[in-house]
């Protein structure tokens, strides 16, 4: 055998490497497909005070003949595609660059980040920006969801709004972006104390980014299903206060 | 204990195979261990890189099972009993001799990492570091220079001719390390982009994964030291504010 028949093995690994690759496709190809189909109905996105997620802020301008979500979910959508974690995790699913460590990747060229298009992962702090922005109008829907007719009131679909904006906090603010704003950037942090702290503070957080991720992409989802099947008739909402 | 069956690769750059051992085995036993065993009992003339079997030196990498890791700190019981184990050179550098391969790629690359620039001293001749300012960079201290990052590495495992434009995880710890000392004066943002080729690098984590120090080299390296070359170089905010402050 010569070694560079060694050198060519795709990989000498015994355990069950494609278990991971193979989760992901089916938890963030799941996701995707929901994703799209719930964006392009346009209805069923809203019921009493509660408001979908991924129709927030509604933009309904007169010359826009299609759904609302369309036009605000690049938002949101940009931040977990340029996110350095759901790069790894699609980089190895999807793109089999590498499927997994010590895995021969799949492709015969590799140039990595460094042309087009892969080069606008680079927005990412851009995104962040955005997707702050979008936090204020959910937390906003959030608040909204305990208002009942002008009264307070809690709602099964209340405390499920106010936890899923709650987990996208959390994963905004654990971005290794957002860590590079607030202090990562300084190469001296005694002559900048509160932006230690604070860069302290989303490091903690930031080794959970992986965490905040999924749990934030499982609530979204969730919500958007809960308050659709309320809007169609299916379920009733429970109501605690 | 039952024998260990050793699949172990024999061979140099011109052919070899992998070539099976049984190897009595006692409890506690790491790979090296059973390497050496097989160097002394069954085959002398198995070259095998190792120094202080302890996990510090960093010289006893190898792919055991198709993972990178250093073989002293690998045990036996990590794997089913009576199970073959295939113990193989790493795969990105050229092989010399059955589990020994030339590493020189990275001290060719070290050789041209921009070495640590200081600024002014203070009046008495020496500098003072506050210590969350240093606790930052003692994590990129700790490596062993196994070269388990680089060997993983797809950017050059997969791809060998990337080598010439690519640093390596290795060498972004190092990087990072200089970037990040508050002492330091020198910017390398423009060397990380243009001779390190950190774009290359799609922060997959398996230099994380198979680093025996568990240095986060991708989240406290890596993407750190993405973030200053995007300040740099791609974001016109940054570069705007610079021009305007001065910095």
Known sequence: MPASELAATATLRKDTWWLEPLLIVLGLGGFVVYTTWAALQGAHYEYQNYLSPFYSPTLTPSWWPWSPAILILWGPAGFRLTCYYYRKAYYRSFWWSPPACAVRDAHGAYTGETGFPLILQNIHRYFFYVATAFLIFLWYDAIYAFIFDGRFGIGLGSIIMVVNVALLSMYSFSCHSCRHLCGGCLDKFSSSPLRYRLWRMVTTQNESHMLWAWLSLVSVALTDVYIRLLSMGIIRDARFF | ?247
């Open chain 2, 1 to 247: 204990m039952p024998d260990a069956i050793m699949r172990v690769w024999r061979g140099d750059a011109t052919g070899g195979a992998f070539k099976e051992y049984r190897v009595p085995t006692d409890e506690g036993m790491v790979v090296l261990d059973v390497i050496h065993k097989i160097q002394a009992t069954q085959a002398n003339d198995l070259a095998v890189r190792w120094n202080c079997k302890a996990g510090k030196c960093g010289s006893c990498s190898a792919e055991v099972n198709g993972r990178p890791r250093l073989m002293c700190m690998t045990r036996m019981n990590l794997f089913p009993a009576g199970e073959p184990i295939t113990v193989a050179p790493m795969k990105t550098f050229p092989l010399i001799r059955d589990l020994v391969t030339d590493v020189a790629f990275n001290f060719g690359v070290a050789k041209t990492v921009p070495a640590f620039k200081p600024g002014r001293s203070e009046a008495d001749g020496t500098f003072r570091m506050m210590q969350q300012d240093i606790d930052r960079g003692q994590e990129f201290h700790k490596c062993i220079e196994c070269f388990l990052c680089q060997n993983v590495c797809h950017v050059i495992r997969d791809h060998p001719e990337n080598m010439p434009a690519f640093a390596g995880p290795r060498f972004f710890v190092r990087l990072a390390a200089l970037e990040m000392h508050p002492m330091d004066t020198d910017s390398r943002a423009e060397y990380l982009r243009l001779k390190a080729g950190l774009a290359f690098c799609n922060i997959t984590k398996c230099c994380t994964e198979v680093c025996p120090e568990h240095i986060h080299i991708t989240d406290n390296a890596i993407i750190p030291l993405k973030e200053r070359v995007v300040s740099e170089y791609y974001d016109p905010v940054a570069w705007l504010l610079r021009k305007l402050v001065g910095k």
